[in-house]
């Protein structure tokens, strides 16, 4: 039986439950945590990761393991015979690129096994709702039909399945990423995507309500104490990588927005990602934060971004303590989902869960 809790207006409201799969650094457990979902159990096999999710959730229960090597029998005891009313998580899929070129179904491409493990669980658990995330070309891959095998695969479940494409800049996020969200639900519902809050253009309205402009990297990061390449500051996770004088030199002729073009030719690398030797735009959200951001600089101080910057452009707090060597606390926050709009589905999938009472 669900636990039942006070609000602030005095009314009686269930405290629903949610399962994490692939939780990583823990983006979605704070947004649904944060919206009153109370964890039942959460799985990662990363060291790094699980160490801050320890820490940052202490209360939650984690299992450190390889999702596949949980037996289903595991995985019923750790519900203990609850009701499970939400399971989430963003199982990683590699095999995009081979996936319809050869004739070969994403489903049964073996380097998706883990989707499967997603649906694995959701079969054992039966949650009244699931939510996944995963990268936006999902939803166009293979002409559509990678997102349509995807749906069918939950539909033959019992769930009904909707599936969009959400920018987390809509929801306060100063960073533009952009990801493709499935939700289904066996309860008969209609399937409820969050409304954005905030937009490019601040003339736009929703439901007769103006929306706000979206939040600029400027305003999210401005306010930390400056740093030079190397340089430590008493604030967790804020440490600056050190970088040669070489790379130093190239990226102190680009400006505020500017990129590698900016570089002198003699100095300028010949090749690379168009996504490096660049500098964020102080002016705008943030380009897509990844597990490797250390060729994309600070707009005006002449450096890569610390784990505490790309963690705020991430919308995590900076009570959220990153673990493991910068390396991987780089990619524990590029591989994490927006705690922002994390919060702003789950408020959704909360309404959900009250119009089925």
């Known amino acids: 039986m669900n636990n039942i809790i006070i609000t602030k207006r005095g009314k009686m409201d269930k405290k629903y439950n949610i399962i994490d799969l692939f939780s990583g650094a823990g983006g979605l457990s704070l947004g649904f945590e944060q919206v009153g979902f109370e964890n039942i159990f959460s799985v990662d096999f990363m060291k790094d990761y699980c160490n801050t999710y320890r820490k940052n959730f202490p209360h939650h229960k984690l ?6 090597k949980l037996s289903n029998e595991e995985i019923l005891n750790l519900t203990k015979n609850k009701k499970i009313d939400v399971v989430v998580g963003g199982p990683p899929c590699q095999g995009f690129s081979m996936a319809g070129k050869i004739g070969r179904n994403f489903i049964d491409d073996p380097r998706n096994h883990l989707f499967k493990e997603f649906a694995r669980v959701v079969s054992l658990t039966k949650p009244k709702i699931f939510v996944m995330e995963n990268v936006a070309r999902l939803y166009t891959h293979n002409k559509g039909r990678t997102r349509k095998e995807i749906t069918t695969e939950f539909e033959k479940l019992g769930y009904e399945v909707k599936c969009k494409i959400l920018c987390s800049a809509d929801f306060g996020v100063p960073q533009i990423r952009n990801r493709i969200i499935f939700i289904g639900n066996r309860l008969g519902l209609k399937n409820a995507f969050p409304d954005k809050r905030y937009d490019k253009d601040t003339q736009t309205t929703i439901h007769n309500k103006k929306i706000k402009k979206w939040k600029t ?11 030079s390449s190397g340089e430590s500051s008493n604030i967790p996770n804020h440490e600056a990588m050190s970088h040669t004088e070489e790379m130093l030199n190239k990226m102190s002729f680009i400006k505020d927005g500017g990129d590698r073009n900016q570089i002198p030719i003699k100095f300028r690398p010949e090749s690379g990602d168009i996504r490096k030797y660049i500098k964020y735009d102080s002016s705008k959200p943030s380009i897509c934060i990844t597990g490797d951001m250390r060729k994309v600089f600070h707009y005006n101080q002449n450096r890569a971004l610390s784990v505490r910057e790309l963690a705020r452009i991430q919308s995590f707090p900076d009570s959220f303590i990153f673990e493991g060597n910068k390396i991987s606390q780089q990619q524990q926050v590029g591989n994490a989902v927006p705690p922002l709009m994390a919060k702003a589905i789950a408020e959704e999938i909360k309404e959900m869960l009250k119009q089925n009472e």
């Open 63 to 68: 299992i450190q393991k390889d999702i596949s």
């Open 217 to 227: 990297i400027k305003e999210a990061i401005d306010d930390l104490p400056k740093l």
